[in-house]
């Protein structure tokens, strides 16, 4: 197993991580909540990240539910070498792809009406399911930090709940930043938030890269 004994409390904080990473690059998603936030008030903006949320939990389900069937591959410690490896470049790749994006490409026209908080919710959800991308995103995230544990439902299921927790983090303090900063906050202010977070993945992937070669473990 990769943990023995499993730990609740790690799997516990690294769900918070890869719900906040997961989360954090301004998509079509995230500009959305911040378009909203801004015309709209913070809580269209919130409620429609909670959307995005349940579809990234739904997504995590997905892999998981994948990668666990493949537990004797995954128990090997030379194929979890090789699969971190490649989880940290696929990381790095998207750190890059989140860095040279263009937030412009996912502006929508300022809506007439506001709409109901469930409405703005359902449309989160919509639009980030529609991306079905995200699940070599959540592949890279789950083998970089181990983050599949066959054979252990309980602490498996506090990790994904700790997903859907650290989505939310992400979108209140997003949601609260930008509303704060509404009067100085505009497509340039995406485009350096989308940089910020690209270099942040990128570091992390590289860190993760070095960590896997030396063979010591911060977990």
């Not at 389900?61 to 990668?67: H, K, N, V």
């Not at 994904?160 to 009067?183: H, P």
């Amino acid at each position: 197993m990769w943990l023995e004994p499993v730990n609740s409390l790690d799997l516990i904080f690294k769900g918070l991580i890869v719900g906040i990473v997961a989360s954090a690059p301004m998509g079509p998603v995230g500009v959305l909540c911040i378009q909203r936030t801004l015309n709209k008030g913070r809580w269209f903006g919130f409620v429609t990240g909670i959307g995005a949320a349940f579809s990234d939990i739904v997504y995590a389900f997905i892999t998981g539910f994948g990668m666990s069937f493949v537990v004797e591959f995954l128990e090997n410690k030379t194929n979890m070498f090789y699969l971190q490896l490649v989880g940290s470049v696929m990381l790095f790749l998207f750190g890059m792809y989140t860095f040279r994006c263009d937030p412009r490409q996912s502006l929508r026209p300022k809506p007439k009406k506001r709409g109901t908080l469930v409405h703005n919710m359902v449309t989160g959800f919509l639009v980030t399911f529609s991306n079905p991308l995200i699940i070599f995103l959540f592949v890279a995230l789950f083998a970089r930090f181990a983050f599949v544990v066959p054979d252990n439902p309980i602490p498996q299921m506090l990790g994904y709940i700790a997903v859907f927790f650290g989505a939310l983090i992400w979108w209140f303090v997003l949601t609260y930043a930008v509303n704060k900063v509404r009067t100085r906050f505009d497509v340039h202010g995406i485009w350096v938030l989308n940089r910020i977070i690209g270099v942040v993945v990128m570091v992390v992937a590289v860190f993760g890269f070095i960590i896997t070669l030396t063979g010591l473990s911060i977990y």
